[in-house]
């Protein structure tokens, strides 16, 4: 099971109070009621952010209580030191810095990409200096040929607003090779279907 989530680069990742109720064996209603007895220290933390869970028998929807790093660790020193609880903290704080890392990652990728995407744009601004739809054209090419997927497909099944985002540093290397190869394959004068063509032979 995933212990720490995170929705896009610049937000906080960020665990829930079912997670540690769940993690640490404990009772959620008891994990619960802690969490909102000490509401107002662990806004000390940071703002509180919650969405709605699943409806209980016929009764409103259950909120679904986030917390970062600093705001579960709080929690987790009120609900004692048995073993389970003590695992978990250990495990969470590693999952903590795996994402913390992973995020850095991405992030290093990303700045990378957007000088890379820059020459991408001004090869297909060069050559299409009159067509609206080339570059997007050429962009989703791109992506269908590095990862198998349309920005629009990546968006929907990772439920995100930004495809850029939602990639891993290897996908995010694949695809600015790609766009990279597409680049100079228009510089040599081939065009989109020429392209195309080009890309997929081997597949």
């Known amino acids: 099971m995933e212990l720490v989530y995170y929705k896009g680069l610049q937000d906080e990742p960020y665990t829930t109070v079912n997670i540690v109720a769940e993690q640490t064996g404990m009772n959620f209603e008891t994990v619960r009621n802690t969490f909102y007895r000490h509401k107002k220290e662990l806004q000390r933390f940071g703002i509180l952010h919650h969405e709605r869970g ?29 073993h389970k609880v003590i695992q978990f903290k250990s495990d969470l704080v590693m999952a903590f810095y795996q994402i913390k890392s992973e995020l850095d990652e991405r992030k290093i990728h990303r700045q990378v990409n957007k000088v890379m995407n820059i020459g991408f744009g001004d090869v297909i601004k060069e050559h299409y200096p009159d067509s609206k739809h080339v570059y997007g054209n050429f962009h989703n090419l791109a992506y269908k040929y590095a990862l198998g997927l349309t920005p629009k497909q990546i968006k929907e099944q990772r439920h995100t607003d930004d ?41």
């Open 54 to 82: 699943s409806i209980q028998g016929s009764g409103q929807p259950t909120k679904m209580w986030k917390l970062n790093e600093a705001q579960a660790t709080f929690l987790i020193t009120l609900l004692g030191n048995n």
């Open 163 to 203: 495809s850029q985002s939602a990639l891993t540093a290897d996908e995010s290397e694949r695809l600015e090779r790609t766009k990279q190869q597409i680049a100079l394959f228009i510089q040599d004068g081939n065009d989109y279907q020429a392209i195309k063509t080009k890309l997929f032979a081997d597949i």
